[in-house]
């Protein structure tokens, strides 16, 4: 758990792969024996960039979307608690919005290839996730994490817990695949992860421990439910 570094569980994506969209059966056994060792892998190159802000574009639309029907309730965004179907406010300046069908359908009269990338089973990771959670598994929602300037750290904390409790450690039942929609650096609150803390006996973490991979456009991770991380303060200017 006490690794700095993210060389240690980042496998870059060939152009290639790039190429034909799908990930190599060679770099589906590295990733998966990262993701199983150390509860997350990073994709680098996962996406061509232009389908990655294609992608973003949609995302902002949709965001400034609901900050205008917020706003016709009488509702401030960025100081006032709320949760909506499409929107929740998680924490300070920190939210959630729910890409909906409707989004994706919306989406896909003007960038149809984007939005399949980001909605439908064609993602260039789903080899991986075949092999991590096999080829039954399927996609809770799709969503948007958006932190915007002067949003604060979130405590430590796991997407959900161990199946069956402390009595047996299960291999991956939930995973979380996060792309960035813009390069991502340290000042713009990157996610922070403790790697091997999805394992049993492994939940308390070192507060210094944690590594925080700088993501560019186009990257994937893909995460253990279990796994303990925290979304880290933006202290950038968008």
């Known amino acids: 758990v006490h690794q700095k570094s993210s060389a240690g569980f980042t496998v870059r994506v060939s152009p290639e792969e790039q190429q034909v969209g799908g990930l190599s059966s060679a770099t589906v056994e590295t990733a998966s024996q990262i993701f199983e060792e150390q509860g997350l892998c990073v994709l680098e190159g996962a996406l061509p960039r232009e389908k990655a802000g294609a992608c973003g574009d ?39 919005l729910q890409l909906r069908q409707q989004h ?24 991986l996730l075949f ?5 039954d598994c ?12 002067g949003s604060e750290a979130q405590p430590p904390h796991m997407d959900g817990f161990h199946l069956f409790g402390s009595a047996v450690q299960c291999p991956a039942h939930c995973l ?16 922070e992860y403790w790697p091997g803390s999805h394992r049993l006996g492994c939940e308390q973490v070192h507060l210094d421990a944690g590594v925080v991979p700088e993501l560019e456009l186009g990257s994937a991770v893909i995460f253990d439910y279990r796994l303990i991380h925290r979304g880290l303060p933006n202290k950038s200017q968008v």
């Open 58 to 96: 949609i995302v902002a639309s949709s965001f400034e979307d609901c900050r205008s029907r917020l706003a016709r309730r009488g509702i401030n965004m960025e100081t006032d608690p709320f949760a909506f179907r499409e929107l929740v406010h998680r924490s300070f300046k920190r939210f959630d």
């Open 104 to 127: 994706c359908d919306r989406g896909k009269q003007h960038r149809q290839p984007a939005v399949e990338v980001m909605c439908e089973e064609s993602a260039p990771w789903m080899p």
């Open 131 to 135: 092999a991590l959670l096999g080829t």
């Open 138 to 149: 399927h996609r809770l929602f799709t969503g948007a994490v958006i932190s915007i300037p």
């Open 176 to 191: 979380t695949v996060f792309v960035p929609l813009m390069n991502v650096s340290a000042i713009h609150g990157p996610t």
